[in-house]
């Protein structure tokens, strides 16, 4: 199993090193997750993701456990049981403490989400938190669904591997008839290593992997892949319900995890 830090650095160093979010300790964080070594030094970065680690922290807490507990950094990138320990109420309170004076109480309301069966998922901040799922109905949809495809948390099957990018078949998020979907399977090239380090080690041809910013982030269980699936689905249905839209319900039912 992999060790909480170490599992974190691999979901966070994408963003980190497009300057999205975290320090810029970027070529750091790579070189922690490719070599494997875990200490305070890995542990002070990740504390200054100041996205993730309020939601690490909260998930923590119902728990009974630390932030960088490998159940808990699981839970908040691809999902687990830890994720029932906090109550919609609870998320709410957390995201009106965080965010309430700058979010739009709009439809997708986050707080309002979070009252209706939001989790503390990173799928859910993306969602639900960031302004880009509004922005599909202000104007051109295109790029705020490029970033929302990109940001999310998604899964794949890799089709052919090299020494640094992989072939990876995956389902796009679309946006059509004012929601938000999965649509049919496509081929993308996604990175592996740069720089002679790797977030996950050991791809190979047909793993089921998991994708942050067009990176393989890790190799999922089949476990983890149905728990990835349905925070994805449910946190999808909610949104689109949110926007008045139908749900999408069982967007991933019938499929094989393509």
Do not use: K
């Not at 060790?3 to 970027?26: I, M, V």
């Not at 089709?159 to 999965?182: E, F, K």
């Not at 994708?211 to 149905?226: A, E, F, M």
Request: glycine content about 10%; some cysteine.
């Amino acid at each position: 199993m992999t060790a909480g830090p170490l599992l974190f650095a691999r979901y966070a160093y994408p963003p980190n090193a497009l300057g999205y979010c975290g320090p810029g300790d970027s070529a750091e964080l790579l070189e922690y997750a490719g070599s494997g070594v875990s200490d305070r030094g890995l542990a002070a970065i990740a504390e200054r993701f100041l996205g993730a680690w309020p939601y690490l922290s909260l998930i923590a807490a119902a728990s009974g456990r630390e932030p960088l507990d490998t159940a808990v950094v699981e839970a908040y990138w691809v999902g687990n049981h830890l994720l029932d320990n906090v109550p919609g109420s609870l998320l709410a309170a957390h995201l009106t403490d965080r965010f309430d004076s700058r979010v739009d109480h709009g439809l997708t309301d986050p707080i309002r989400l979070a009252l209706l069966g939001g989790r503390p998922h990173h799928n859910f901040h993306v969602f639900a938190v960031y302004p880009w799922t509004g922005l599909l109905r202000a104007g051109p949809a295109a790029e705020p669904l490029r970033v929302l495809d990109s940001c999310r948390i998604s899964w794949g099957t890799v089709l052919d591997v090299d020494a640094g990018a992989a072939d990876v078949q995956l389902r796009p998020l679309h946006y059509d008839n004012g929601r938000l979907r999965l649509g049919d399977p496509v081929v993308r090239r996604l990175l592996v290593g740069s720089r002679g380090y790797r977030l996950a080690h050991n791809v190979r041809t047909g793993d089921r992997v998991s994708v942050h910013w067009n990176w393989i982030c890790d190799v999922l269980s089949g476990h983890q892949l149905v728990e990835l699936q349905t925070a994805t689905t449910t946190l999808l249905g909610l949104v689109n319900h949110a926007l008045g839209r139908p749900a999408v319900g069982s967007a991933l039912e019938g499929t094989h995890c393509d």
